[in-house]
């Protein structure tokens, strides 16, 4: 449950997102085309939950 709690902080995701976004960049030569995808998608719903954290924490 504290696992959760932490994920809840914006500042968390935002950090988890950008690390993700950077292995992905990083890894692009050596993963195939599809994991690529799968990495670009999960990136995508990463940045959607930090927005929606972001408009509903008014």
Do not use: C, H, W
Not at 13 to 35: C, D, E, F, H, R
Request: glycine share 6%.
């Amino acid at each position: 449950m504290n696992f959760l709690k932490k994920l809840s902080n914006p500042r968390v995701v935002t950090v988890i997102a950008i690390v993700y976004g950077l292995l992905i960049v990083i890894l692009k030569p050596y993963i195939s085309s599809s994991q690529f995808i799968f990495g670009v998608i999960t990136e995508t719903i990463l940045i959607g939950l930090l927005i929606f954290m972001d408009v509903f924490k008014k």
